[in-house]
């Protein structure tokens, strides 16, 4: 079992920047990496960022690209998403998830709750 716990998130102006992060336990040393989803309320949850644990590979979605970097931790199994010039249609509930295998990176097993990102305009 994984377990996953975001922090950060919180209430921006548009053109501001957040960072949210998300710390892994459990059996974190048997998974690939991190990636982070979000939801908008009414909206299908998608695909954002995902990096894998030793840092060497980012994917990135195209909506935030050159705006939104991930980075990881791998020592403290903890990874980050710093994101800057924020859109109001980047406000979400942003989850972290992670699986066994980056073959399940977009269909991964394992969520933590989410934190919320609100961009207002």
């Known amino acids: 079992q994984v377990h996953l716990v975001e922090s950060g998130g919180g209430l921006v102006q548009a053109g501001g920047s957040l960072s949210v992060s998300c710390s892994a336990s459990?059996?974190?040393?048997?998974?690939?990496?991190l990636a982070w989803f979000r939801q908008a309320p009414g909206k299908e949850r998608e695909f954002v960022a995902a990096i894998t644990w030793n840092g060497v590979s980012t994917f990135y979605a195209d909506s935030v690209k050159g705006r939104f970097t991930i980075s990881s931790e791998k020592y403290k199994d903890t990874v980050h998403l710093q994101m800057n010039s924020l859109k109001p249609d980047d406000t979400a509930v942003y989850y972290c998830a992670t699986g066994h295998s980056i073959e399940s990176m977009t269909t991964p097993e394992y969520w933590g709750q989410g934190t919320q990102v609100t961009v207002s305009s």
């Open positions: 459990g059996r974190a040393f048997s998974t690939w990496g």
